[in-house]
């Protein structure tokens, strides 16, 4: 089936700083999308952004499916954006076609 | 435009026993998806429904279950409890297909003992 790597697995920064998260897969995919977990474990849709550009305030994605990747830009970090954040993708062909995730980059935010 | 809902949030059950859950998708999407979540496996892929149909189904043993009633509404089933079963089992909606952007629900946290 199709592998999604995210990196880094842990991200430590201070409020105000920029991140870049990252999500690698190994196939061509119908669906990518971004989520945040938050603490209660609930999932929070960021982007459904199988190819290109989107920005929602201080978050941006970009996916370039040709290249089998996806950016997910956070700015201006606050300690609200602490939490992990999962990247998921859906393949038609030869699997379940559900939604596969990346185990995840586990953000934490310091004041 | 309601979300996703899921009940019950938090259960407890014995080894042996069975549970349901269910799933109320947002209003107008016709599928509905089930995932677990574990700490050492990660978000899972369980089974698609659709039209009251399982369209999809992951890896997972046959005492896991599930169906899709006619208002798109559906419940999981799993038999014959294990330990390994707990988990926070999630239930995503989407229009038409999982390719369709994905909504998840709150979670109904499993503990088996």
């Known amino acids: 089936g199709i592998q999604v790597e995210q990196s880094p697995p842990d991200l430590i920064l201070q409020e105000g700083a920029n991140s870049t998260l990252r999500c690698n897969f190994s196939d061509s995919v119908n669906n990518l999308q971004w989520f945040h977990q938050n603490p209660w474990g609930q999932l929070i849709n960021l982007f459904y952004i199988p190819s290109g550009t989107k920005q929602n305030g201080r978050l941006s994605a970009t996916t370039v499916a040709t290249e089998r990747y996806s950016l997910l830009y956070i700015s201006s970090s606050q300690t609200t954006d602490s939490g992990v954040y999962f990247c998921?993708?859906?393949?038609?062909?030869?699997?379940?076609?559900?939604?596969?995730f990346g185990k995840g980059t586990h953000l934490i935010i310091q004041p | 435009k309601a979300g996703v809902t899921q009940t019950p949030r938090y259960l407890i059950k014995t080894r042996g026993q069975q549970v349901t859950l269910s799933c109320s998708p947002i209003s107008g999407h016709r599928s509905v998806s089930w995932y677990q979540q574990t700490p050492g496996q990660g978000l899972q892929f369980l089974f698609e429904y659709f039209s009251e149909t399982q369209r999809n189904k992951g890896n997972f043993p046959g005492r896991f279950s599930g169906r899709q009633f006619s208002n798109s509404r559906s419940e999981m089933n799993v038999s014959t409890l294990e330990l390994g079963d707990s988990a926070l089992y999630l239930c995503a909606s989407s229009r038409d297909s999982p390719f369709n952007e994905q909504f998840f629900g709150p979670g109904t946290r499993l503990t088996v003992l």
């Open positions: 998921a993708v859906g393949f038609s062909g030869g699997g379940a076609d559900g939604l596969t």
